[in-house]
């Protein structure tokens, strides 16, 4: 693409062609306008096959306000649906509905509530709130669920490899695999969810970060090339950067040649007042490798020289490698807890790619329509009871217990309030025999986790800084039970219903299916 | 984003820092403007874990040259690169070496070298190789792979889905849960490797094809809500699409509903004079459905109507659809051969993600770079030797046997010519164990792979619409052998290195173990 066929190919046509048709579908019945709302949510946790995720991270919000206020419709975009044929050669779309269209120009009319970015979420709970005309909003279904969904499922692997790596510092350096242009969104989503800094130079430049890097062993080979060896590419890359001197060691021979060397580099550094910064294992048994290199480093004086660790890291691999270097450092006189704490972690295709679980379930499910001048709820049966959607307008709440710690989201119609209620029903979303109730004496808080982002377009909410954001993800995650945030078999997380919302979701079961002839038992 | 910050985000410095404080420390030594070639090539096949490609398409070159065209360097970039301070405050870039930076501007001194795309690659052959002044060519790396790994990966699993939908159609519909903005990317690539059509508007819009789609559940769900049926909105599809109704027709009761009422209203069409397209099936067990609706659309007099399956679909999971319909369709009178021919496939998540091995891992390593005028050999040798790469300049060959079948890819040095030899002894490029000899006589074509693309910036090929590229694939893909295309356990197709590439191969790897001190059997 160049620069012009970009701005075509992610505007306001960036959707399916289904909306397109179903949008004139309503122009044409004269439900166009009809106020719509439709709710955004995941289904299910990623499962990435051995371990599987017990809490997301939300992400992406402020990128879809932004594309969405940049995505007016061209005169081009006009043209190219009006040219537009069907079997037969009948055009698909009608100047009457063009014109329309071209006159509503964007997603000026909508109005948006969302779960801000940075915040832990579960399964059913909508995390964006859509409201606008129903044609409008119906075309925002797709755009909407790509900007979200992707920048969601990299956030929740970045807290499980921030989980894993603890009080380390953890580099994304998924460019090069990321998908395409997408990778920018899992760069910031990446950081948003656990990773420290990126190696992407112009995201850590959007972001207002240091991007972070040391060197390729393209750099050791030229040198080899030119009829010199590792340690002339170590003196060259030392002389330029002796106060940011990361050197690469495993171009030729890791404990051999590579780890010797850098001592060699680091100690001529020393002499010139220069404090070397670290090294980089990127292949061969990190664990073993980070426990020779550490007791070599030791052994000539460089105790705080940081350790980066990259090759296909996720958070299985980090967690192979802090247990191994704990059962084997001592082995060799290394302390493994000093070894584990000087790590660094480089992590770049699993963590940007979500390896083992490539994309987030996430649905955008109409919950509402205008009628007769009130919102009437809509409802959407499936095969099983469990992807039935819950209906109608909706506000989602957090319970906190005794301990400060989650232990329910709980939606509940629009004009309920649990912070009043002395006791709390909840119910199981799927299952009727399941249910509990809660005393309020045993939540020590209620918080509303909807927020107002979009009144008609307007902005009415904070775009807050990353920093931000990620002081949002610590924040919810510290206030999980452990088991939640176990990386296997994570204990389930109750996402319930209040008793009214539950009673409206089976009355509109049973009415859609009298209406469509199907017995209610089915 | 905004468009401002997507300009900056996906320029110049779309990059990894390392590749720029490479690029400078090549300036301080005086090495930048040597000239360097680097080639780009995967290691391995897709493995989805329970089945695995034995075969790639390769896809994104022309979005690649785009991207280089436009990337030029701006004041903002160099303002940013000049504020970057590492440890103790120091600034990372130097203005001499932002000077030259900005001088040189963008990436007009490469040339490149690539296979066209659409065409079926192996592993360890060059896909694209670039030369051109040492520093620029470092840089150029995350670009290029960013932009070639993913499109290559995604072809390759639609090439994949190609080959179990035989003659159906297949419909890309992966945009909602594709990897953010580069989903455009996935549904290119998706296009090129076997999908017929996308749903995605504005990249049909820019390949010039005709976007593909129906309706959702949510505008039943409208109907429903404002108190009439599906019968109610399937005919008022039918009314605003009388020559293009497809019905989705499992809101409600797949059998019990939705299909009868398509019928209903295939009826009405029929009466009217128009002539309905077919139904799509979204959930469920979608053989034992589709039989089924089969058989009612055939009773009501409709047997050339379509019917379109969607939801979670990939290689297998089509494979597991059509395998149930042979067995089970007899059974209910349905011939199985004429439902598999009238199915249409929608691939949406699994395709756009290449679900189960979700990057290709495509590097990008120096193997030559210019000293005393010449361009020497570079190497890099790794714990593997599988994973040490073919050094120099060299020319990729594609050997067809007699029946006319691919047998083989095969490096040599830039100046052999396979052509002209009586007898070719391939050699396996890592076992010294492993080669053959072809003669002459048993191979019927030589082709070679690599075609010049760019010459010091200037485009010098053709960059063939669409339909050429998928041409390209469909051919290549007919001239493997069977057992290389199947979808499990496929053959391994062979690669192999020329004896003199093997010979100057192990020349450098001696030479570069005897030069770091590492002994030559280690």
């Known amino acids: 693409m160049d620069p012009e066929q970009q701005r075509l190919a992610e505007g306001f046509l960036y959707t399916d062609q289904y909306q397109l048709t179903m949008a004139q579908l309503y122009f044409r019945m004269g439900l166009h306008e009809r106020r719509a709302q439709f709710d955004h949510f995941f289904r299910r946790y990623p499962n990435y096959g051995s371990h599987q995720a017990g809490y997301c991270v939300n992400a992406g919000l402020e990128w879809l ?43 000026d009319a909508i109005s948006l509530r969302a779960i801000p970015e940075g915040r832990v979420v579960h399964p059913d709970v909508p995390l964006t709130v859509v409201e606008g005309p129903l044609a409008i909003a119906q075309i925002l279904e797709t755009p909407l669920l790509n900007l979200l969904n992707y920048q969601t499922l990299i956030a929740t692997k970045a807290a499980r490899i ?23 969104a899992g760069g910031r989503a990446a950081l948003i969810g656990g990773a420290d800094f990126t190696s992407n130079v112009a995201l850590s430049h959007l972001l207002s970060l240091p991007p972070k890097g040391t ?34 060691v495993d171009t030729v021979d890791t404990l051999g040649s590579g780890v010797p060397n850098a001592i060699t580099v680091f100690e001529e550094l020393r002499r010139a007042g220069h404090r070397p910064v670290g ?102 049966i499936s095969e099983t009871i469990a992807k039935t959607i819950n209906p109608g307008n909706k506000r989602a709440w957090r319970l906190y217990d005794r301990r400060g710690l989650a232990t329910a989201d709980v939606l509940t119609l629009a004009d309920e309030d649990p912070t009043d209620q002395r006791e709390l029903l909840l119910r199981h979303p799927a299952d009727h025999t399941k249910y509990r109730t809660l005393r309020r004496s045993e939540i020590s808080e209620i918080e509303p986790l909807l927020v107002e982002v979009l009144r008609e377009g307007r902005l009415v909410a904070d775009l807050p800084p990353l920093e931000e954001l990620r002081r949002r993800r610590q924040a919810d995650v510290e206030r999980l039970d452990p088991g939640v945030r176990r990386l296997v078999t994570p204990h389930i997380y109750h996402v319930s219903l209040s008793s009214r919302l539950w009673d409206l979701k089976q009355a509109l079961i049973a009415e859609a299916k009298a209406r469509n002839g199907v017995e209610a038992t089915s």
């Not at 306000?65 to 698909?92: C, K, Y």
């Not at 779309?93 to 997603?107: A, I, N, Q, S, T």
């Not at 390729?216 to 010199?228: N, P, R």
């Not at 987030?360 to 499910?365: P, S, T």
Request: charged share 25%; with cysteine.
């Open 215 to 248: 060197h390729a062993h393209s750099m050791v080979q030229v040198f080899m090339a030119l009829g010199e060896g590792e340690l002339a590419a170590f003196r060259a890359y030392a002389e330029v950067y002796p106060d940011n001197c990361l050197l690469l």
């Open 162 to 184: 921030r989980e894993v790596a603890r009080k380390s510092t953890v580099l994304e350096f998924g460019l090069r695999r990321g998908p395409e242009r997408g990778a920018n």
């Open 279 to 380: 090294i980089r294992l990127d292949s061969g048994d990190l664990a073993y490798l980070s426990i020779q290199a550490a007791r070599m480093l030791d052994a000539a004086g460089f105790p705080d020289t940081v350790i980066v660790l990259s090759n296909e890291l996720d958070e299985l691999n980090i967690w192979q490698i802090t247990s191994q270097i704990a059962e084997e450092a001592p082995r060799y006189g290394v302390d493994p807890d000093r070894l584990i704490r000087r790590l660094v972690y480089g992590v770049g295709t699993r963590l940007i790619t979500s390896a083992g679980q490539s994309a987030l379930d996430g649905v955008y499910k109409l919950v509402a329509v205008e009628a007769d001048g009130e919102m009437r709820p809509a409802i959407k």
């Open 65 to 107: 306000l932004q594309w969405m206020r940049s995505a007016h419709i061209t005169d081009q975009d006009i043209e190219f649906l009006a040219n537009q044929r069907g079997p037969g050669g009948v055009r698909t779309f009608g100047d009457d509905f063009l014109r329309w269209l071209k006159r509503v120009g964007g997603f």
